[in-house]
Nanobody
Framework: QVQLVESGGGLVQAGDSLRLSCAAS????????MGWFRQAPGKERMFVAG????????SYADSVKGRFSISRDNAKNTLYLQMNSLKPEDTALYYC????????????????WGQGTQVTVSS
């Protein structure tokens, strides 16, 4: 099992920046990649960004490309999401997830999930 704990969410104004963190523990050697998803009220959980744990290959949803940046610190087993130029439509519960597969942008590609951290962007 892999345990994931997110932190860093909060209430910010439009245009502000925020950095989310996700600490991984347990059988992290089984993880090939990690990602961030988000779920706004009344909507489905959507892919935001993903990264491979070894090579660092990244992938982004079109809605955040150029504003968000995903990174990882292998030594600390920690995943980050730097969010710049935040918009009210970025308001959601943000989830960290880990996968044993070599790629994936779907929820079904991910095996482990955190509890989520709330990001609220006011206009």
């Amino acid at each position: 099992q892999v345990q994931l704990v997110e932190s860093g969410g909060g209430l910010v104004q439009a245009g502000d920046s925020l950095r989310l963190s996700c600490a991984a523990s347990g059988r992290t050697f089984s993880v090939y990649g990690m990602g961030w998803f988000r779920q706004a009220p009344g909507k489905e959980r959507m892919f935001v960004a993903g990264i491979s744990w070894i090579g660092g290959t990244t992938s982004y949803a079109d809605s955040v490309k150029g504003r968000f940046s995903i990174s990882r610190d292998n030594a600390k087993n920690t995943l980050y999401l730097q969010m710049n130029s935040l918009k009210p439509e970025d308001t959601a519960l943000y989830y960290c997830a880990a996968r044993r597969r070599n790629s994936g942008r779907s929820q079904d590609d991910y095996d482990y999930w955190g509890q989520g951290t709330q990001v609220t962007v006011s206009s």
